[in-house]
């Protein structure tokens, strides 16, 4: 079903014309805007160590052009030393939840959020994705992006056959929105496509944005950065490779063909990864490949809903032949489905250590 032509996208011109399919521009950056800063916490991890804890700061600003504003934790080890710190910019998954963003995969000043606390269970072995990152040493920024969080639709803004799919179910009105925001999907991607953009085009332009407050925030080693995403998440990292330069990049449960995901798992994936024309320019793979030579994570599970196991072997090799046999690039194999557990979490966060 692939209906690219590597004879008509050239190495050389890759990144441009991926970033022409998604509707965008190659240059993407629009500098650093201001960043307010606000509530500081800090959370004590173990009792018995000197030197643990995290600490966080509320970061917002907003996105030339947009209203609402973006919110974001900055979150670092705490009895930090006065050297520059290596960084993650961490992006947070799709989830089928729309009302919460950064919360799904970090904790702010009010400790986890109850209502996702089940997510967190099935979904990431009840942790802290960002936890975790902080105490293999990094700073760790995450931030809501467009339609999550902070950058949420709000409820009357919805279309009404959103509100309709949504309104005569017996659902409590946190349910109802995610109902409301999963119709509302099709019809944004719609939108831009329409405009000659793409839903990824925008979440794009505000994850770069993001990547740039992280580079300007004192204290962050602005050379050495990283950014790790769990299945929407992931898909945000592969066109963060195409339109920036970064020192690292983990994927995790997000990697296969588009004939794999046109071949019965198109429903179960999000529109940030399936985008009118890029299919015509190359694979998904190739999208993740066009930051090479940055060192590249991939983690597959075995039994992930989301893809089958041809399509993820097909992209393995795909990967690998884009690589060319660079040890740039890692792959790693996990059982169980759709999840990021504690074990990919833990070989993620040392990958990084070792990496940026």
């Known amino acids: 079903m692939g209906t690219h032509d590597e004879r008509g996208c050239p190495r050389s011109d890759r990144r441009a014309a991926i970033l022409r399919a998604l509707g965008s521009t ?34 917002t600003w907003t996105v030339p052009g947009e209203t609402a504003p973006t919110e974001a ?11 520059d710190l290596p960084a993650v910019l961490l992006l947070h998954a799709h989830d089928g939840i729309k009302f919460h963003g950064k919360e799904k995969v970090a904790d702010g000043p009010d400790g986890p959020i109850a209502a996702l606390s089940d997510m967190r269970r099935r979904g990431y072995d009840g942790r802290s994705v960002a936890a975790g990152l902080v105490a293999a040493g990094f700073a760790v920024l995450v931030h809501d992006v467009f339609p999550w969080g902070s950058r949420r639709v709000a409820w009357e803004d919805f279309p009404e056959r959103a509100k309709k799919a949504a309104g005569a179910s017996a659902l409590d009105s946190s349910a109802r929105y995610e109902v409301a925001a999963r119709e509302h999907e099709h019809g944004l991607a719609k939108t ?30 602005a050379s050495r950065i ?36 046109a071949d019965g798992h198109a429903d179960d994936t999000t529109w940030l990864m399936i985008t009118p ?26 039994r992930d809903s989301h893809f089958g196991p041809k399509g993820m072997s097909d992209a393995e090799a795909a990967l690998q032949h884009a690589y060319g046999g660079s040890d740039a690039l890692t792959t790693q194999w996990f059982e169980g489905g759709h999840v990021f557990t504690s074990d990919m979490q833990d070989a993620a966060a040392a990958w990084l250590g070792r990496m940026v």
């Open 226 to 261: 990283g950014v790790a995403g769990f299945s929407g998440g992931g898909a945000r990292v592969a066109h963060l490779l195409a339109a920036a330069e970064v020192k690292a990049a983990v994927i995790t449960a997000m990697m296969s063909t588009f004939a794999d995901v």
């Open 277 to 302: 024309g890029l299919p015509a320019v190359c694979d998904w793979p190739d999208v993740a490949a066009s930051g090479f030579p940055t060192p590249l994570l991939v983690q597959f599970a075995r």
């Open 73 to 83: 934790w900055l979150l670092t080890p705490a009895n930090r030393t006065d050297r």
């Open 26 to 59: 190659p240059d993407l950056h629009e500098g650093t805007p201001h960043v307010a800063f606000g509530r500081t916490w800090h959370v004590d991890t173990a009792a018995d160590t000197e030197n643990s804890g995290v600490d966080g700061i509320e970061l």
């Open 192 to 221: 831009a496509a329409l405009t000659g953009s793409s839903l990824a085009r925008q979440v794009l332009r505000e994850d770069l944005v993001a990547l740039e407050v992280l580079r300007g925030i004192p204290g962050v080693d």
